[in-house]
């Protein structure tokens, strides 16, 4: 039973931070904000989160675990522009499913998470560098270079979205883009 309620408790702590952050923005959410809006002791957020960052951090964790877990077995079988197609679908209805108003609260200069390489990278790599040992993606790139634009190219989508309050379709305009990206990589 403790465990439940642990569990419940840092839910409520989490939920409140995000709520705090669509509301005011990321610096504007202080963590005794966080806590007056959870009803739990200043102690308590530190029981679960080291700073509000580790909140953001959840965000990150559960898409790379859903990429880990459930894209990554639907790649299996698949050529590499299927598998890239796939990837760009996913990591749209992600942001989507995220919501704006916490993607908008992800695009902000304090959010460390962007400058780290995570899993969902990874996928990608992955996809990239099977793609260049079938010959289908030009070998003489650099795979970690090429996510690394996909991600600058997908992020910078995502901003684009949240700049025009969600005004176009995310998944349309990212599928749009890889079409016209895959031209400039095909072997």
Known sequence: MPYKKSELTKELVYKAALEL?????????????ICKRAN????TFYS????????????????DKFFLESV???????????????FVRYYAQINIETGLDIVK????????WFRQTRPMQS???EIIRRGQSSSALRG????????????????GICYTWCVYDGSFDLETRMAGS??????????
């Not at 952050?21 to 005794?32: K, L």
């Open 21 to 33: 952050m669509e509301e005011n923005g990321y610096r504007a959410a202080t963590i005794r904000d």
């Open 40 to 43: 739990v002791s200043v102690g």
């Open 105 to 112: 609260v992800l695009f902000n200069p304090d959010n460390e």
């Open 72 to 86: 990554t077995p639907e790649l299996e079988g698949k050529t590499c522009y299927e598998q890239l197609r796939l």
């Open 178 to 187: 890889l079409d016209l990206i895959l031209d400039g990589i095909q072997a």
């Open 140 to 155: 003489t790139l650099d795979a970690a270079r090429i996510v690394d634009f996909f991600f600058d190219l997908l992020r």
């Open 123 to 125: 996928v990608l790599e």
């Open 48 to 63: 679960y989160f080291n700073t509000k960052s580790d909140v953001i951090r959840e965000i990150y964790f559960s898409g």
